[in-house]
């Protein structure tokens, strides 16, 4: 099998979640456990911490594993989707899978695959557990797929849990309340395991708080005992002096994840690294904290988050697809003061767009575009629920020709903004 031949398979026999939606997702966590029962229990091997959340969980999965890096930790990173190679979801101390490793998974286990049933994430979240164990990593940071409860990776007995924010996503499958998609997170909240829940949200904090008394877990709401204070602000980088419990605790703390949301995720990570230390011996100086959330991307490879693709015109990309995600998204395009944004958008068909659009000022220029997966929004019919909202902009049938069109449009002192969907991040050919 050459690496094509390998993927051309997984995405061929494999039901895929990313490319066909719910069709894909198991209400169950049968297939992973005997998947890893068929591998020797991997998941078992290693010392790992969990993450999961509606927005935030991929950057602080990153940033969790960029401080234990530089703390001299080998260090696993699990998450999903990738953007650009299947690799980039596995990685051990920065490096992504070798591509060789996958093969031989692939073809070592294809009759179990073939039993068994696999979805591609069961195979995917076994493959990471199992490349973990063999690398024998010293923690791994594993970042939930979808929901929490009955996630694949939820079969994982981590040093803590982290839950960020909840907002609204997935609601077919997670409910349509924030307090039913809290209680889905809180699946991950495992007995006598230290929690930590990002931010205080009204309506799903009580249901945390349940949870964790339920299962005798220690709960830490990280907002309670970390305050920040950003005293610089730029495309490619924020800073903060951070408070704990009215003492300074971190002077000029540098975090190269520029985004206004980052605010709400870094009290969440701060409170692990602390409860890491604390409960569960781990040592991490703060040199290496400091260190970590300076490099975040050069040490993990995290790309798609609020990221400048090109200095003129202004060219920024984000992976936010939710309407929470949308309104920071927006608020950060606000603070830029541009003359103008052209914005290049494409959406999924099992969401409902309208709210989402409905968010969109009208005075900026829309490229609706179509990203090649099964699970695309028609782009014409993007077009047309867009219309429906005030929202005017030309339809394009491929993510580059979007792109295109906005860089013959946009003049250098306005911004050009791409997103609305992982998918259509992902076909940024500079990315």
Not at 27 to 43: E, F, H, M, R, T
Not at 317 to 338: A, F, K, V
Not at 386 to 394: D, I, M, N, R
Request: charged share 20%; proline share 4%.
């Amino acid at each position: 099998m050459t690496y094509q031949e390998c993927l051309d398979y997984l995405y061929q026999q494999l039901p895929m979640y990313h490319r066909i939606g719910n069709a894909a997702f198991r209400k169950s966590l049968d297939n992973i456990i005997a998947l890893c029962d068929a591998l020797g229990q991997p998941q078992h091997q290693f010392k790992s911490i969990h993450v999961a959340g509606t927005n935030g969980k991929g950057s602080s999965s990153h940033m969790l594993a960029a401080v234990l890096q530089e703390a001299g930790y080998k260090t696993g990173l699990y998450t999903s989707p990738h953007l650009k190679s299947f690799t980039e979801r596995v990685r051990v101390n920065g490096q992504e899978l070798p591509q060789e490793y996958l093969i031989c998974f692939v073809e070592e286990h294809k009759q179990l695959f073939e039993s068994i049933k696999p979805s591609f994430f069961e195979m995917t979240v076994a493959l990471a557990f199992k490349y973990f164990a063999e690398e024998q990593v010293d923690v791994a940071v594993i970042e939930v797929g979808l929901g929490g409860r009955l996630d694949s990776t939820n079969i994982i007995t981590p040093d803590v849990s982290l839950i960020t924010n909840i907002s609204f996503d997935h609601q077919s499958m997670l409910g349509d309340t924030i307090a039913a998609i809290a209680a889905e997170k809180a699946g991950i909240i495992k007995a006598k395991v230290p929690a930590v829940i990002s931010m205080r949200q009204p309506e799903a904090e009580e249901v945390f708080m349940e949870k964790a008394a339920e299962v005798e877990a220690p709960l830490y709401f990280a907002q309670d005992r970390f305050e920040l204070e950003q005293t610089e602000s730029t495309l490619q980088r924020q800073v903060f002096q951070v408070t704990g419990e009215g003492e300074l605790y971190l002077q000029d703390l540098v975090l190269d994840l520029a985004g206004g949301y980052q605010k709400y995720n870094l009290p969440g990570v701060l409170q692990v690294l602390q409860v890491l230390q604390d409960l569960k011996g781990y040592v991490i100086p703060e040199a290496a904290i400091q260190r970590g959330l300076a490099n975040t991307k050069s040490i993990t490879g995290l790309k798609g988050r609020w990221q400048v693709l090109q200095q003129v015109p202004l060219t920024i990309c984000d992976t936010g697809h939710n309407e929470d995600g949308i309104r920071q998204i927006l608020q950060g395009l606000e603070q830029l003061r541009p003359k103008q944004v052209h914005m290049v958008f494409g959406a999924v068909n099992d969401k409902d767009v309208t709210k989402i659009l409905q968010l969109l000022p009208p005075k900026y220029n829309y490229y609706f575009c179509q990203a090649n997966i099964p699970r695309a929004l028609p782009v014409m019919q993007l077009q047309q629920k867009a219309e429906g909202v005030g929202l005017k902009g030309k339809a394009f049938h491929t993510v580059a020709e979007a792109i295109a069109a906005a860089r013959a449009n946009a003049a250098p002192d306005e911004v050009i903004f791409i997103g609305g969907s992982t998918f259509v991040v992902a076909e940024i050919e500079e990315l």
